[in-house]
Structure formats: structure tokens, C-alpha cells
């Protein structure tokens, strides 16, 4: 039988308002996993409690209602383990999320979309969130009582048909929402509300036409100059995002999977040194990166590693800043002042960056795709099968250190 009890910011998060939302954290099998309680403000460290019953103090202008709402769902909790346990049955998550959802208001997909933007999971910037905004108010426009078993192929397929005639978007438009609805069913799916089986199936029959995008990347030399350039006193306030970007040019994450590897995910082979293995945060793919092809990548991580023994993040936080500021400050390097290029760098140009440098030196098309954690398209499953010996012996005939990276 599952234990459960509310918690405050099971996440550890910071942010400017300093208060976060409430969980009940559910104990089953050993494993943890979380329910939320929909507050009508989030609490602060000093108005969380902890005590049963008064887990918000009164100084919150609605701890009255916080705290209702968390009681009941307790006691949903209470009466599905009573039962369950008269019945001599055993419980599961899934079992406990329908329950749960069944006894609250959280079934709405439309809501939980607008909530997301009001609260994303990830660092989003300005212009994403704007397009996330457009999205919804188009999926409103189509269906504003869209709930979370409605979500299917049909359905979407009937939307972006009502994008085309409707609406009257370009291929290109429509596929940058369908984007925003993916990452919000992920982000759905990672909160219970629908099973992995499930968003597996929602988008399999959905297929956008848009014009082929060109892939920018830097060249060789470019790349040379960008990790050789020396920083005059006035310009060293710029070095931590030439470094970052030097860094996602090794790994080929985007800066969100670079801002959250873990200590855990970065290991050492004892025959050929460090690599990381993680999952992407965009889509959960499993990523393995040959650390040891890039000597100067290591460097970077050891000047920027967190020494906080209570973190589990590799690299500090104050080596990171949001995704608009650190473009913007990609784009100063690169501009008149120091590198004088005319041309535009962002952030994710490292990555395409990263697989032309792997494709041009001989990699593996097959060794690339799991290197970066990329999707297979033709398949259900969510993960590559990778494993390190692979990668060993996909790049073991590259070498980037007698070129200067």
C-alpha cells in the first residue's frame, strides 16, 4: 500500500518570488511520484509548515483553501486504501492517478496547457512562450473542453486540418505549434495525467509538411577561432558563455541538457576516460557523449564543476543564465567587438555543429543519431539502445585533439 503525505517544492527550485507549489508525494514499491495541488498562489519557505492538517500557515492569504484542497486529496487517498485494502487487492500508480483524477478538476488538457505557460517545467524563453500562448488560443478556438483521454491522433489530426482551413497557417507555423502541444503531452504524461502508452499513440498518424530547413553549423576554423579567442579585460564578463557554447559544440546537448546534467551522468571508462550518459530533456532520449575525443571538454567541466556536495547538478548554476541573455551575449562574441564574424550564432548551433564535425571526420550515421539522442520516427519507442562499447567502437578512429579542439 502506497504512503503519502504533502510536500513543498519536491523540485529544490529557485526562482525571483521564492514560493513553489505543493505535492502529495506518493511512496509505492519504492519508487516516489508526484501529485500536485492546485493552489490559488504558490507558497513561501516561511508559510509552509509541515504539520498535519496546518501545512500552510495562516499568513497566507489563502491557507485556508491550500489546505482543503490538500486534505482531500488525503482523504481520496485514505478512502482508495481503505478499500483496496478490505478487498485484499493491491494498489498501483496507475490506479491511484485515475483516482485521483477522476475525483478532481485536473482532467482538463486545456487547463493544464495554461498552466504550463504560466509555469513551464524547463527554461523557456520569451518567444517560445508567445508561441505556446498562440497555440492554446487556437486549440481553444477548436475545442476548449479538450480533456486528457480525448487526446488522440484523430483529434489531432482534425485540429491541424482546422489550422490549414480554418486558421489559414503555413506548414511551418502549424508544425511550431504541434511542437508546443508535444512538449506540454510530455510534460502531461511525466505528471500522470496520461501513460507513456498513451503519448506514444497521440501525434503516430499526424504528419506536417513543412520546407526542409537548412542546418547551419560552423566550420572548422570558425569553431578554432571561437575556442582560441582571448578575452581583453573589458569583453572577460562574456568568457562563462563562450565556454558554455564551447561546451554544447562537444556535446551536441542543447543549453537546457547542458544546464541539467547531473554528477550521476557523467562517468569515467577505465579504458578511455570520461563520457556522459544521459537522457535529453526534450524528448527523454538516451545520449551518450565521448568525452574523451574532446580533452579541452573535460577542462571546461572541471572549471565549471559544482563542488556543493548537496547539488546533484555537474556544473554550477551561476554558469548559467536564461536562453534569450545567453543568445544575445552568443551574438556580442561573435559581433564586430571581438570576433568580428558576419554572421548569427545561438545556442543551437553547437549541436548542429557537433554532428558535422562526427559526420566529417567519419562517424557512424547510426553512432551519430545515438550520440545525440535522436528520435527514430518509424518506431513506438521512445529510446535508442545504446551502450558505451558502441560509441567506443562507432568513433575510435577520430581524433580531435591533433586538430586543436
Same mark, same amino acid.
Given at each position: 500500500?502506497?504512503?503519502?503525505?504533502?510536500?513543498?517544492?519536491?523540485?529544490?527550485?529557485? #526562482?525571483?518570488?521564492?514560493?513553489?507549489?505543493?505535492?502529495?508525494?506518493?511512496?509505492?514499491?519504492?519508487?516516489?511520484?508526484?501529485?500536485?495541488?492546485?493552489?490559488?498562489?504558490?507558497?513561501?519557505?516561511?508559510? %509552509?509548515?509541515? !504539520?498535519?492538517?496546518?501545512?500552510?500557515?495562516?499568513?497566507?492569504?489563502?491557507?485556508?483553501? +491550500?489546505?482543503?484542497?490538500?486534505?482531500?486529496?488525503?482523504?481520496?487517498?485514505?478512502?482508495?486504501?481503505?478499500?483496496?485494502?478490505?478487498?485484499?487487492?493491491?494498489?498501483?500508480?496507475?490506479?491511484?492517478?485515475?483516482?485521483?483524477?477522476?475525483?478532481?478538476?485536473? #482532467? @482538463?488538457?486545456?487547463?493544464?496547457?495554461?498552466?504550463?505557460?504560466?509555469?513551464?517545467?524547463?527554461?523557456?524563453?520569451?518567444?517560445?512562450?508567445?508561441?505556446?500562448?498562440?497555440?492554446?488560443?487556437?486549440?481553444?478556438?477548436? #475545442?476548449?473542453?479538450?480533456?486528457?483521454?480525448?487526446?488522440?491522433?484523430?483529434?489531432?489530426?482534425?485540429?491541424?486540418?482546422?489550422?490549414?482551413?480554418?486558421?489559414?497557417?503555413?506548414?511551418?507555423?502549424?508544425?511550431?505549434?504541434?511542437?508546443?502541444?508535444?512538449?506540454?503531452?510530455?510534460?502531461? *504524461?511525466?505528471?500522470?495525467?496520461?501513460?507513456?502508452?498513451?503519448?506514444?499513440?497521440?501525434?503516430?498518424?499526424?504528419?506536417?509538411?513543412?520546407?526542409?530547413?537548412?542546418?547551419?553549423?560552423?566550420?572548422?576554423?570558425?569553431?578554432?577561432? %571561437?575556442?582560441?579567442?582571448?578575452?581583453?579585460?573589458?569583453?572577460?564578463?562574456?568568457?562563462?558563455?563562450?565556454?558554455?557554447?564551447?561546451?554544447? +559544440?562537444?556535446?551536441?546537448?542543447?543549453?537546457?541538457?547542458?544546464?541539467?546534467?547531473?554528477?550521476?551522468?557523467?562517468?569515467?571508462?577505465?579504458?578511455?576516460?570520461?563520457?556522459?550518459?544521459?537522457?535529453?530533456?526534450?524528448?527523454?532520449?538516451?545520449?551518450? +557523449?565521448?568525452?574523451?575525443?574532446?580533452? !579541452?571538454?573535460?577542462?571546461? +567541466?572541471? !572549471?565549471?564543476?559544482?563542488?556543493?556536495?548537496? @547539488?546533484?547538478?555537474?556544473?554550477?548554476?551561476?554558469?548559467?543564465?536564461?536562453?534569450?541573455?545567453?543568445?544575445?551575449?552568443?551574438?556580442?562574441?561573435?559581433?564586430?567587438?571581438?570576433?568580428?564574424?558576419?554572421?548569427?550564432?545561438?545556442?543551437?548551433?553547437?549541436?548542429?555543429?557537433?554532428?558535422?564535425? %562526427?559526420? *566529417?571526420?567519419?562517424?557512424? *550515421?547510426?553512432?551519430?543519431? !545515438?550520440?545525440?539522442?535522436?528520435?527514430?520516427?518509424?518506431?513506438?519507442?521512445?529510446?535508442?539502445?545504446? #551502450?558505451?562499447?558502441?560509441?567506443?567502437?562507432?568513433?575510435?578512429?577520430?581524433?580531435?585533439?591533433?586538430?586543436?579542439?
Amino acid at each position: 500500500m502506497p504512503v503519502y503525505t504533502p510536500v513543498w517544492n519536491w523540485r529544490n527550485k529557485k #526562482n525571483k518570488s521564492e514560493r513553489y507549489p505543493v505535492h502529495i508525494r506518493i511512496h509505492l514499491a519504492g519508487d516516489d511520484k508526484y501529485e500536485p495541488v492546485q493552489v490559488p498562489q504558490k507558497v513561501g519557505k516561511n508559510e %509552509w509548515t509541515d !504539520k498535519a492538517g496546518s501545512w500552510v500557515k495562516n499568513t497566507h492569504p489563502f491557507a485556508f483553501e +491550500i489546505n482543503n484542497a490538500i486534505k482531500a486529496k488525503l482523504d481520496i487517498l485514505d478512502a482508495l486504501v481503505k478499500r483496496y485494502y478490505e478487498a485484499k487487492k493491491s494498489l498501483n500508480y496507475p490506479l491511484i492517478f485515475r483516482e485521483l483524477q477522476k475525483n478532481n478538476n485536473t #482532467n @482538463s488538457f486545456n487547463t493544464y496547457f495554461k498552466d504550463y505557460i504560466t509555469d513551464p517545467r524547463e527554461t523557456v524563453d520569451e518567444e517560445t512562450l508567445k508561441r505556446y500562448a498562440a497555440c492554446l488560443q487556437h486549440l481553444n478556438r477548436f #475545442n476548449k473542453a479538450i480533456t486528457f483521454n480525448d487526446l488522440s491522433s484523430e483529434l489531432f489530426l482534425d485540429f491541424k486540418k482546422y489550422l490549414e482551413d480554418t486558421a489559414t497557417l503555413v506548414g511551418s507555423t502549424i508544425n511550431g505549434y504541434f511542437n508546443a502541444i508535444k512538449k506540454v503531452v510530455y510534460w502531461s *504524461r511525466k505528471d500522470h495525467h496520461i501513460t507513456k502508452e498513451h503519448q506514444e499513440s497521440i501525434f503516430e498518424d499526424v504528419h506536417i509538411k513543412v520546407g526542409k530547413a537548412k542546418k547551419d553549423h560552423l566550420e572548422l576554423d570558425e569553431v578554432k577561432e %571561437w575556442i582560441d579567442y582571448q578575452f581583453t579585460e573589458q569583453f572577460r564578463v562574456y568568457e562563462r558563455d563562450r565556454d558554455m557554447f564551447q561546451l554544447l +559544440i562537444y556535446t551536441g546537448y542543447y543549453y537546457n541538457d547542458l544546464r541539467e546534467l547531473l554528477k550521476s551522468e557523467y562517468k569515467k571508462d577505465p579504458e578511455y576516460g570520461p563520457y556522459l550518459k544521459s537522457d535529453r530533456y526534450k524528448n527523454d532520449n538516451l545520449a551518450i +557523449i565521448p568525452l574523451w575525443k574532446f580533452p !579541452k571538454a573535460v577542462d571546461l +567541466i572541471e !572549471k565549471y564543476r559544482d563542488s556543493d556536495t548537496k @547539488s546533484p547538478y555537474l556544473l554550477r548554476r551561476d554558469a548559467f543564465i536564461e536562453d534569450q541573455p545567453f543568445n544575445r551575449n552568443l551574438k556580442v562574441i561573435a559581433g564586430e567587438k571581438m570576433l568580428g564574424w558576419k554572421r548569427n550564432v545561438y545556442n543551437k548551433l553547437g549541436r548542429t555543429t557537433n554532428s558535422q564535425l %562526427w559526420i *566529417r571526420f567519419g562517424a557512424k *550515421r547510426s553512432i551519430v543519431s !545515438k550520440m545525440m539522442g535522436h528520435e527514430k520516427e518509424e518506431t513506438t519507442s521512445a529510446y535508442f539502445e545504446v #551502450n558505451v562499447r558502441d560509441v567506443i567502437e562507432g568513433t575510435k578512429d577520430i581524433d580531435f585533439t591533433s586538430l586543436g579542439l
